[in-house]
């Protein structure tokens, strides 16, 4: 079975596959890339995907290329979360990354959220002074966490529960 790697940090200029894959060219024909460009410039945006034969070749080839310096630039790897059937096209949305402390799943994207109406206005967060309107949000509007982090957010907020109490 197959496992993508997300390679971050790559430099944001014109850059081929051929170039990135030369980088890991010792690990031979069993890897392949795929840089993320922008449609319109045609220039990287920053990241891509390595795709390897199994779970050990990953671990080994994180361990190996992580921190590699690439065009000046040290690239950043990571196993790649699978993508969800909800989700856009991968040169669409955001890059998603396992984190290797992170056991929690991913929620899906909210379809009704994601994309809002052309004439809708979506206040900015910190423009200037005056007050802020007090709006009510909804379940399906509230800034969720990030998922990586979520459950070192739930220990915080029982903490500060408790000391609350106390």
Known sequence: ????????????????????????????DAVTTKLIKDRKTGKCRGFGFLTVNNDDQADQIIEKYNGQLFK???IK????????????SEEQSAPKIASPSSSSPTPSPNKEGSRREKGSKKPRRGSGGGSRESTSN?????????????????????????????
């Open 1 to 28: 079975m197959s496992v993508r790697l997300y390679i971050g940090n790559l430099p944001k200029e014109e850059i081929d596959r051929q170039e990135l894959q030369a980088v890991f060219a010792d690990e031979g």
């Open 72 to 74: 000046d630039t040290a």
């Open 77 to 88: 790897l990571e196993k790649a979360l699978p993508r969800t059937k909800g989700d856009e």
């Open 138 to 166: 909804t379940d399906s509007d509230a800034i969720r966490p990030d998922p990586r982090w979520a459950s070192e957010l739930e220990k915080l907020k029982q903490m500060l529960a408790a000391q609350a109490t106390n």
